[in-house]
């Protein structure tokens, strides 16, 4: 069983920046490919960006690219989300997501990840 625990969202105004954490417990955690996915009112739960085990491959959403950037550290056992330039539509709860698979492939798809965090609040105000 892995635990996921977010930490580092907060209101920002549009056009700042934030830096999400996830921290997970367990040994296994640098086998794991990571996620972070974003759940504004109202709306489907959509994905974000994504990192492979050894931190060698990534994926972003369109809506990511160019802005956002996943990176992690295995010593810490953390998954980090850089978040720049935001924006009003970027308002949303910010999980982060764990899968399983040992040294597994990059997925987008919620349905590809076991471990879920609590999620962090993201604000950004106009």
């Known amino acids: 069983q892995v635990q996921l625990v977010e930490s580092g969202g907060g209101l920002v105004q549009a056009g700042g920046s934030l830096r999400l954490s996830c921290a997970a417990s367990g040994r296994t955690f640098s086998s794991y490919s990571m996620g972070w996915f974003r759940q504004a009112p109202g709306k489907e739960r959509e994905f974000v960006a994504a990192i492979s085990w050894s931190g060698g491959s990534t994926t972003y959403a369109d809506s990511a690219k160019g802005r956002f950037t996943i990176s992690r550290d295995n010593a810490k056992n953390t998954v980090y989300l850089q978040m720049k330039s935001l924006k009003p539509e970027d308002t949303a709860l910010y999980y982060c997501?764990?899968?399983?698979?040992?040294?597994?492939?990059?997925?987008?798809?919620?349905?590809?990840?076991?471990?879920w965090g609590q999620g962090t609040q993201v604000t950004v105000s106009s």
């Open positions: 997501a764990a899968d399983r698979r040992p040294y597994g492939l990059v997925y987008a798809s919620r349905n590809a990840y076991d471990y």
